[in-house]
T-cell receptor
């Protein structure tokens, strides 16, 4: 499978706890953001998105928070499960036209039993 | 609805050769984007095609090219392969409505190894 970055930041959490994964983006003009989950040997899987006119969006067990003032994005996972272990990427849409996303370096989430 | 498919899944080439990778987007999606993923550089945008036209382009040399067919299937080509081209090449599809921000879904990738 794909080893996405041998020296990724790693977050270790106990099963059942909440996880918070952070991401700093660079372009204040970015207007759309996506969080992806990537498991070994697979392509990134869409988790949740948020547009720049919102500061919070909730999905099933996940919440994304957007702070445009400091260009910060976070992904909160409630009641973390072993199946949540993966690398998580944030992506910001740079282009005013079409799909041109810039990805963060990723964070490896490790769920401890 | 079937997801994004990429072929082949694995490929081994030698320096100097060229390679063509294929991507079939989700049915009804008109935008196909290509990314290169390496441990050192992470996920980097190559280019995006929409309605058979290149709509966006990343900062890769001209050895990397692509095209899209009328059925939205896309191919990317890398000529004169270098060792540094070894990577996972990912294709992503979205509805790509003009100017809009759309959910983007990835395929499983093609693992290219250049020897």
């Amino acid at each position: 499978g794909e080893s996405v970055g041998l020296h990724l930041p790693t977050l270790s959490v106990q099963e059942g706890d909440n996880s918070i994964i952070n991401c700093a983006y660079s372009n204040s003009a970015s207007d759309y953001f996506i969080w992806y989950k990537q498991e070994s040997g697979k392509g990134p899987q869409f988790i949740i998105d948020i547009r720049s006119n919102m500061d919070k969006r909730q999905g099933q067990r996940v919440t994304v928070l957007l702070n445009k003032t400091v260009k910060h994005l976070s992904l909160q996972i409630a009641a973390t499960q072993p199946g949540d272990s993966a690398v998580y990427f944030c992506a910001e849409k740079r282009s005013n036209y079409g799909q041109n996303f810039v990805f963060g370096p990723g964070t490896r989430l490790s769920v401890l039993p | 609805k079937a997801g994004v498919t990429q072929t082949p899944r694995y490929l081994i080439k030698t320096r100097g050769q060229q390679v063509t990778l294929s991507c079939s987007p989700i049915s009804g999606h008109r935008s196909v984007s290509w990314y290169q993923q390496t441990p050192g550089q992470g996920l980097q945008f190559l280019f995006e095609y929409f309605s058979e036209t290149q709509r966006n382009k990343g900062n890769f040399p001209g050895r990397f090219s692509g095209r899209q067919f009328s059925n939205s299937r896309s191919e990317m080509n890398v000529s004169t392969l270098e060792l540094g081209d070894s990577a996972l090449y990912l294709c992503a599809s979205s509805s790509g409505t003009s100017g809009g921000a759309n959910e983007q879904f990835f395929g499983p990738g093609t693992r290219l190894t250049v020897l």
